[in-house]
């Protein structure tokens, strides 16, 4: 029996070399999207800046705007200060040590009104502080008033008592005291000290001090019978009124 032989039997074999592999490497990330979302916080970062510098520049101009409009409609209005007069002062008691160191004792009541010329302004009175003095010197506890609110064209009354227990006063002034005495008239004052404010329709102005001092002569009358038990004082002039910032 024949044998067939196959055309490519005559050939040599290859012999098959494994090659190594070879690792293609992954292509590079592209950078833009991070870039973009940096670039769009960056971009909203600038926008809130911008609108929270708006916000508050704009608030800033709206107050100043109030404030100067407030201004101007109070230096339209010109306020004119209260006017104060001293209606009357009883004495109930008087004494005046003769020996050092020297002191006065005294009881009186006054009463005080004051008048609002405004037309448009209302006043508002803090609590104030209502003494006596002789020359100078306080004789007489401070007496405080309550606040009080004085509408347009409005007056109000006040009628503290003001007492003093052994007040000292200095030599001088029990010499001068002592001269008026046998005069028969002391001059006193009659002093008024605190704040105000003035209020135009629902604005209301920071605070001003006020000062008022009222004259008023004190006649004693017959003092050889030991000093009279009620005196009665009498206004020597319209109150002086100082308003300050």
């Known amino acids: 029996m024949e044998m067939i032989m196959h055309p490519f039997d005559n050939f040599p074999q290859l012999e098959i070399i494994s090659l190594p592999s070879i690792r ?17 916080n960056v971009n909203n970062g600038c926008i809130r800046s911008r609108k929270l510098k708006w916000f508050v520049w704009g608030t800033g101009g709206l107050i100043v705007f109030i404030g100067l409009l407030v201004f101007v409609v109070f230096l339209v209005l010109h306020p004119s200060k209260p006017s104060f007069n ?13 020996v050092p160191p020297y002191a006065i004792t005294i009881i009186m009541q006054v009463t005080l009104s004051s008048r609002n010329p405004n037309s448009r302004i209302g006043v508002e009175y803090q609590p104030l502080h209502v003494y006596a003095t002789y020359r100078d010197q306080q004789i007489t506890m401070a007496y405080l008033l309550p606040p009080t609110y004085q509408g347009h064209k409005e007056p109000v009354v006040w009628s503290p008592p003001l007492t003093g227990y052994d007040m000292p006063i200095s030599p001088y002034s029990q010499q001068s005291l002592d001269q008026d005495w046998h005069a028969g008239v002391i001059l006193m004052n009659i002093k008024l000290q605190g704040d105000v404010k003035w209020k135009v329709g629902t604005w209301i102005s920071p605070e001003y001090h006020l000062y008022v001092h009222c004259p008023a002569n004190i006649r004693f009358g017959d003092l050889n019978n030991g000093g009279p038990n009620l005196i009665k004082g009498q206004p020597v002039d319209h109150c002086d009124v100082e308003i300050a910032s």
């Open 86 to 98: 001293l209606e009357d002062v009883t004495v109930y008691q008087f004494n005046v040590s003769k």
């Open 24 to 40: 293609i490497p992954s292509p590079p990330r592209n950078p833009l999207p991070a870039m973009s979302e940096k670039i769009a």
